[in-house]
């Protein structure tokens, strides 16, 4: 499986970005995805979790309103619309496939990341 996530920016707070994962090299509906980011100094987090075809989302706490997970079985994509971003969100984000069910959330697969940057 691979992954290659995009859409990372400078963006001022208040402002949006869309984050996009590609999937190739498996069999894309058979994998929970999810988002997971890192931020200098700290460890990596949980952001969001889609189930495989995607009736089931979750998010943490401190995104939950603001962010939408979705996916695109037509095109292998997994999708993050992140909406009124705060400077605490700037880090470099992850996508992640095979996704454990519940948390604290886990992954099989990860992309390489894309930075995102808040600024206040």
């Known amino acids: 499986v691979q992954l290659q996530a995009s859409g990372g920016g400078l963006v001022q707070a208040g402002g949006s970005l869309r984050l996009s994962c590609a999937f190739s090299?498996?069999?894309?509906?058979?994998?929970?995805m999810g988002w997971f980011r890192q931020a200098p100094g700290k460890e990596r987090e949980f952001v969001a979790y889609?189930?495989?075809?995607?009736?089931?989302?979750d998010y943490a706490d401190s995104v939950k309103g603001r962010f939408t997970i979705s996916r695109d079985s037509a095109k292998n994509t997994v999708l993050l619309q992140m909406n009124s971003l705060k400077p605490e969100d700037t880090a470099v984000y992850y996508c992640a496939a095979g996704v454990s069910p519940e948390r604290p959330r886990a992954a099989n697969y990860w992309g390489q990341g894309t930075k995102v940057t808040v600024s206040s």
């Open positions: 090299g498996g069999t894309y509906s058979t994998y929970a």
């Open positions: 889609i189930s495989r075809y995607g009736g089931i989302t």
